[in-house]
């Protein structure tokens, strides 16, 4: 009898219910989550101590710590993507192409459950104030200390050592990114964008089309600057990190990537040695985009109000999260026009802009 991974019942439904998989294909999702766990080993950092990928998610899942969940799972997916894996694993690339896809999902659904069914860690003292305020951020720019890292025991430098080639395609950036646009909420004084809310509201109301189309048009717009100019994400097949720099391939030529500075003109190489370093940047910031549109942005304003007196008080991230959870489970999404939200939606995919940016780059401009 096969055992069971973490939540299994739970990431079925979930799969079945918002990813429109059948019953049979969700089943295969959790065997290559078994597969992984199975086969990859994970050691704390700075001991020997040792343990499996779904027993160190436990623990992080049910304590709510949603940023070092995500740093695992990333980290996990990082490893998989290291050219020769499949010599070190004895696996086909296929098979363990498979993995990174059930990961990928595995990892929204755990970020989803911690969402609405567990208490979130955080210092509840912590104030927000016009940030971004996802435990994600923490993550990207490299801010979360995690305890754990995949594969042999080694010192924490020597992870992504200078000789290793990392490779992600089209598809495993997509799946990165979009993850990263749908959980980024920022809450500014005179408006939020509650987009993780806005997400799960669309997909309760069976908008699921619409939301996954939404994300991937702002992923093909993104700009990734190169060598002799500027390329979109929907025109490069990889990305390439070795040596700390980045390249990517677009049309079948390997193209040197460069990052902006922090005062967003010079261009410089990034200096990076995973994915999760690499930040989706705002050439103009969403709170501009926000507050130049503030009459043409009614259900926001509406949803914002709902919100917020959801948290009465001072806005911290547990009450922002206890919020959420509060207005999906009241008869406000009934009172909600989905369709001039969705007209607001575009309106603001319009006037984005997003670039590749080195993460440090990116936390020297401020979370824009």
Same mark, same amino acid.
């Given at each position: ?5 973490? $939540? /299994?019942?739970?990431? +079925?439904?979930? $799969? ?22 199975? %086969? ?81 860690? %955080? ?25 754990? @890292? ?17 490779? =992600?395609? /089209?598809?495993?950036?997509?799946? *990165? ?31 699921? /089309? ?13 700009? +990734? ?9 929907? @025109? ?7 040596? =700390? @720099? ?12 460069? %990052? ?6 010079? $261009? ?9 370093? +690499?930040?989706?940047? =705002? ?33 911290? $991230? ?5 919020? *959420? ?26 006037? %984005?802009?997003? /670039? ?13």
């Amino acid at each position: 009898m096969k055992k069971e991974i973490l $939540l /299994q019942k739970e990431f +079925i439904e979930w $799969l079945v219910n918002t990813g429109g998989l059948k019953i049979t294909a969700a089943g295969s999702y959790c065997d290559y989550i078994a597969a992984a766990d199975r %086969t990859l080993e994970i050691y704390k950092k700075g001991s020997n101590e040792k343990s499996h990928l779904l027993a160190v998610l436990e623990t992080e899942v049910f304590n709510g710590n949603s940023a070092q969940m995500i740093e695992i799972v990333d980290e996990t997916i990082d490893k998989l993507s290291e050219i020769g894996i499949e010599t070190r694993l004895n696996k086909s690339l296929k098979y363990i192409k498979n993995w990174k896809s059930a990961l990928y999902k595995y990892k929204e659904f755990l970020y989803d459950y911690i969402d609405a069914e567990i208490e979130v860690v %955080t210092d509840e003292e912590t104030l927000v104030n016009d940030e971004v305020i996802t435990e994600v951020v923490e993550h990207v720019f490299g801010k979360s200390s995690g305890e754990w @890292q995949i594969g042999k025991q080694v010192k924490s430098s020597e992870l992504f050592e200078q000789d290793k080639i990392f490779t =992600h395609s /089209q598809e495993d950036l997509y799946k *990165c990114f979009s993850f990263r646009i749908i959980t980024q909420d920022r809450l500014y004084k005179e408006l939020f964008y509650p987009i993780s809310f806005i997400k799960r509201l669309f997909y309760l109301k069976g908008e699921r /089309q619409f939301m996954n189309a939404w994300t991937k048009e702002l992923l093909n717009k993104v700009s +990734i600057h190169v060598t002799d100019g500027v390329v979109r994400l929907d @025109q490069i097949s990889r990305l390439e990190i070795s040596n =700390h @720099q980045v390249h990517v391939e677009s049309n079948g030529v390997l193209l040197m990537a460069f %990052t902006k500075e922090s005062d967003n003109k010079r $261009l410089v190489p990034f200096s990076v040695n995973t994915l999760t370093r +690499i930040s989706l940047d =705002h050439e103009k910031s969403m709170k501009s985009i926000m507050l130049e549109n503030l009459s043409n942005l009614q259900i926001f304003k509406e949803i914002t109000v709902a919100l917020k007196g959801h948290m009465k008080r001072t806005k911290t $991230l547990k009450r922002y999260k206890k919020a *959420c959870k509060a207005a999906l489970e009241s008869n406000f999404i009934n009172l909600i026009d989905i369709d001039r939200l969705k007209v607001e939606m575009n309106l603001i995919s319009s006037l %984005t802009h997003l /670039q590749f940016m080195d993460g440090v780059e990116n936390t020297r401009k401020g979370c824009s």
